[in-house]
Structure formats: C-alpha cells, structure tokens
C-alpha cells in the first residue's frame, strides 16, 4: 500500500509498504514514517493520505481512507499550508479562515446533504527537518465527494446547454438559501467549487471564506475573493451581504453557458457584462441572470427566495364561466350603480405572460466541430471515390455525391448523428470499399485513404479556420 507524505516541501512524498496489504497489519500498525523526511504518515494515528488531489493558496487537500471504519471510508484531508510570500499578519488571517471552515462545515455541513461533512479537526506537531525546533501542522478532514467540478465538467463539454446550467443554478440556490438562513455567507462562489457526484447530485464545496451576516464586529471584507466572479463591494474590501453570493453564484452560470472566462465576458470600458449574444437562452433566464449581475448590491435580488419567484414560470389565471341560467327563472336586473362625480381611475394595465423559453440545440464544442469536420472530410472523399466511379457519366457521381454529403452534413447539424454514429458509419462505408475495391478508379485500396485521409484533414483545417474567425468577430461586433 502506497501512502503520501503531507509535509510541505518533501522531496519523494510516495512512500510504499508492503505490509500493509494486510488488513489485520493495517488496521493495527501504531504509526509509519516517510522514508525521506520522517514525517508521521498516519494522521492521529487513524487517516492514510494516500495521494495529492490538489493545492490552493493556503493548503493542500489529499484523498485518504478512515481506517477505522468497516469500509476504510474514502476522505478528504486538508492540510493548512500558507505560501511562503505572506506577512505574520496575512498567515495569521488565513489560519483564522482554515479554522472557520472546520466550524461552518460542523454546523452546516453535518446538517444540510449537499455540503460536505466534517469529520475531524486537529494538529500535529512534529519535529523540524531543517531545524532543532518543532513544525505545528493543522488538519481538516471531511467527506469525499466521487465526482466532477463543474470546471472539469465544462472543460470536458465546452459549454454547458440551458437546461444543464438551470439544474446547477436552482441546486446551487436551495443550498444558499440554507447557508443564508443560518447567518451566514459563502463568498466564493466559482465552478470550482460547485461539485456534481456520480449520483448526480449537486454539491457546494470550499467554505474557507465564509463570513457571518450578522453580529460582526466590522463592515469591511477579508481580502479573500475569486477574480472574476466577486462582485465589487467584495473587491473593494466592502460589508458583502446574500446578493454578493448571487452575483458571483450568476457569473458561474454564464461561464458554464458561454464556456468563456468572466474576462472574456466583462466590458471594462463600459463597466457591463456582454455576455448574451454569445449564447442563445430564453429571454426570461437571462433576464434574471443580467439582474443578479448588476454592480449595486442594492438593485440585485436581495434573496434566494426572490430569485427563485423570479425563475418561476409565471401561469396564466384562468377564467371561471358564469353559472347557467336556469330555463325557469328570470334574471334579477342588477342593481344601479351610483354615479361618481370623481374622476375613474383607469384600468389596470394588463400583462401577458412571457413566452416559454424557447429550447435551443446544445451549440457544438470545438472538439466536436473538429470531430464533425474530419468526419465530412473522410466519407465525403470515400463517397464521391465510390459513386463517380458507379455513375457514368462522371458529372452525375460527382452531383449524386455533393446529395449525400449535404444530407450528412445536415444530420450532424440537428445532431440526428454523432459520436459513435460517425465511427460507426465511416467503419460500414470502408468496409463496403474494400469489399468492392475492384470497381474504383484508384484500385490500390491504400491510395484511397490516403486521398480521403486528406480530404479529412483539409476540412479540419477549414472548420478551424472557420471557428477563428467567428471567435474574434464575435468578440468585437
């Protein structure tokens, strides 16, 4: 069994022991200790770090196991390493941060069932290896969630469609609103801290810059934020309030919209977000997203509960009829109505619902456009290699070919085909080829492939070229 040493800076941090495939020797070995630096591996003598998961700022995280549960329960170790650029004072600052995360998660966490559970906070000290003095290490551990960040789901797609990015947004807002009802507040709201398990569930992680809405004892903001996606009063070092969570919660959702940096998104010369025309949604949605995101905190919505009102389709009131007269009975003439000399108001205007939001195709990723382009490419170049050599004269396979490959290329536009489908139809059509390689021009079956391998590269380079293009009009039209 593999373990992973947690001191910062340890040259070899793999450490391999064989003994401890054994699961009577595992469960009951006192202690191990890394090979290069002699750190304690096994942290209060309970959790086995077992591999980096990543670093941030101010700490580490490690995936580890409980060896004290039936199941060698799957965690996450967080360890507190402060870069070594800061004061006395920044240090300090971060280390009152680490330890409010491990007392948000206690009271949130182990209390809500899409915010990560804690498990144990504690130090450790041990001896130095660069000095005769003591190194003092602080730990988190808490639940393990099997799954993506919404940053890796979104390099994996490109963009998220209308419907992906709602699902996050309305999951996101229940979890808020817990965080919000319990005084509290995130502040750091990004993809990457919003997590999707295997199970399909949606959680919120990172809850190291957490700050109380109330009962504290300054206006002003730790400096801690995410470029980008913290709105200004939170980078001007300002009091931050429930909409701060939603500008930032809004921004995260036309990054996974777009599939573009926030940046990319933010006019700085005229100090407004453009990010509608490069994507198509309901104009109801972005209506919504374009309020969370105005620079006032004031103008925003001032609470999970209106955002979701706002989201709510809105249903139109229906009319009951008047009840039947019936054939016996005369119709008792209403009473007279007095004549007011004030003058009547007029009629309240009346609203008509907004129309449904309309559901718009996924737009293709660059990957998939490459993928579609070489797929054209190929079979185009195999079917007009096999049809002008069948369809005599040349002029009507060559006509008959330009049909098939529209039809094709039309398919992939309305997704009809794709991914597997354009493997699976260009394997048939080879196959087909070399079965009846007898009737073509280039009766060499290699120099067919090469001929449609390079009609397939050319039309990667075309769609390319295409795709640069539109990127950098669509960036300054």
């Not at 619902?353 to 559901?359: F, G, H, I, T």
């Not at 060559?398 to 085909?417: N, Y």
């Amino acid at each position: 069994m593999d373990l992973y040493c947690t001191r910062p800076g340890c040259l070899r941090p793999q450490n391999s022991f064989a003994d401890l495939d054994n699961t009577q020797v595992l469960k009951t070995v006192p202690q191990k200790y890394c090979t290069t630096c002699g750190m304690s591996l096994i942290l209060l003598g309970r959790y086995l770090p077992l591999k980096l998961l990543g670093k941030g700022g101010f700490g580490a995280a490690f995936l580890a196991r409980d060896r004290y549960t039936p199941a060698m329960r799957q965690c996450v170790v967080k360890q507190f390493q402060p870069s070594g650029d800061l004061s006395a004072d920044q240090i300090e600052v971060a280390k009152n941060l680490f330890e409010r995360e491990a007392e948000v998660l206690e009271q949130l966490g182990n209390n809500h069932p899409q915010i990560p559970d804690l498990f144990a906070f504690f130090s450790l000290t041990v001896p130095s290896r660069t000095s005769n003095k003591q190194d003092e290490f602080f730990y988190l551990v808490q639940e393990f969630i099997d799954g993506q960040n919404m940053e890796e789901e979104l390099a994996q797609k490109g963009q998220l469609s209308q419907d992906e990015v709602v699902e996050v947004l309305v999951e996101v807002l229940k979890i808020l609103r817990f965080v919000h009802d319990n005084h509290s507040i995130h502040r750091d709201i990004k993809p990457s801290n919003i997590m999707r398990h295997r199970n399909s569930r949606i959680y919120l992680l990172d809850f190291g810059a957490v700050k109380k809405a109330a009962g504290a004892t300054s206006k002003s903001s730790t400096g801690i934020y995410s470029t980008g996606y913290a709105p200004p009063e939170q980078t001007s070092g300002g009091q931050v309030y429930p909409a701060t969570d939603l500008y930032a919660l809004a921004v995260t959702c036309i990054h996974l919209l777009t599939g573009k940096e926030p940046g990319d998104l933010f006019d700085s010369y005229s100090n407004s977000w453009n990010w509608r025309s490069q994507v198509t949604l309901s104009d109801h949605l972005a209506d919504v997203l374009d309020r969370m995101l105005l620079a006032t905190p004031s103008q925003r919505f001032q609470s999970v509960a209106e955002v979701t009102a706002a989201l709510a389709p809105r249903a139109t009131p229906s009319v009951s009829p008047p009840p039947p007269v019936s054939p016996g009975t005369a119709a008792t003439p209403p009473p007279p109505v007095p004549v007011s000399t004030s003058p009547t108001p007029p009629p309240p205007p009346v609203v008509s619902p907004p129309a449904p939001p309309s559901m718009t195709r996924p737009r293709f990723s660059t990957l998939e456009l490459l993928g579609g382009a070489a797929f054209t490419g190929f079979e185009g170049g195999l079917i007009a290699i096999a049809l002008t050599s069948l369809l005599q004269p040349i002029w009507l396979g060559a006509g008959v070919s330009l049909l098939v490959l529209s039809v094709l290329v039309w398919a992939q536009s309305r997704r009809v085909i794709e991914k597997v489908d354009l493997v699976i139809i260009t394997g048939i059509t080879l196959g087909l080829m070399y079965l009846l390689r007898g009737f073509w021009t280039l009766t060499f079956f290699p120099n067919i492939l090469i001929v449609v391998t390079f009609a397939g590269l050319i039309a990667i380079a075309v769609a390319a070229l295409f795709r640069l293009v539109y990127t950098l009009l669509s960036r300054f039209l």
